[in-house]
């Protein structure tokens, strides 16, 4: 499989904590990009980090990537509880418009 | 503006019958994707097409068939249903290495 790693699996929270989760992959890419699904929904897009960069932000959410270690991380400041969610990282190949995504990061915030 | 359009949204099925699922979008992307995600898993890619007319195959082919109608619309049809393909099937659009955007997914159950 081609698939990239998450960890942690799983992770609980109290609100206003940070999360922090990272994401391992084996090829080289065009851009990674990190997916939220919440329970019974589809995928729904929250950045994307070409290869060039080392670090991006939106709102509450940081992303860093470091392709000599092949890993990004996914981290959430000052948590809710309507940040529980499925947490998943894709890597975007420079040859193809195939995504390969992470095996995930179950996110449960605590109110 | 409906985005990504998966019907049905639950499905059962006996082994041996067979279905197809739709998928149809607004967004006038030109490539769009089948995938199945299974519990503990991440998505893995069943089939893409990165334009109307074409289509290739993913990492999980096996059992499936697609028909990609033109640009809003690509199918993907199981001929002869078995229960390893119980799992949750998710449609995707996007352009050349932007972010996919997804449907809301189709629960197929094979008894």
């Known amino acids: 499989s081609q698939q990239g790693e998450e960890d942690p699996q799983a992770l609980s929270i109290q609100e206003g904590e940070n999360a922090t989760m990272n994401c391992s992959y084996k090829t080289s890419i065009n851009n990674l990009q990190w997916y939220r699904q919440n329970s019974g929904r589809g995928l729904v897009h929250l950045i994307l980090?070409?290869?060039?960069?080392r670090e991006k932000h939106s709102g509450r959410l940081r992303v860093t990537l470091d392709t000599s270690k092949k890993s990004s991380s996914l981290l959430i400041t000052a948590s809710r509880a309507a940040d529980t969610a499925s947490y998943f990282c894709a890597t975007d190949s420079v040859n193809t418009d195939k995504l390969i995504f992470g095996t995930g990061t179950r996110l449960q915030v605590f109110p | 503006n409906a985005g990504v359009t998966q019907t049905p949204k639950f499905q059962v099925l006996k082994t041996g019958q067979s279905m197809t699922l739709q998928c149809a979008q607004d967004m006038n992307h030109n490539s769009m994707y089948w995938y199945r995600q299974d519990p503990g898993m991440g998505l893995r890619l069943i089939y893409y097409s990165a334009s109307e007319g074409t289509t290739d195959k993913g990492e999980v082919p096996n059992g499936y068939n697609v028909s990609r109608l033109n640009k809003r619309e690509f199918s993907l049809r199981l001929e002869s249903a078995a229960p390893s393909q119980t799992s949750v099937y998710f449609c995707?659009?996007?352009?050349?290495?932007?972010?996919?955007?997804f449907g809301d997914g189709t629960r197929l159950s094979i008894l």
């Open positions: 995707a659009t996007s352009d050349r290495h932007q972010p996919q955007h």
């Open positions: 980090i070409r290869s060039n960069e």
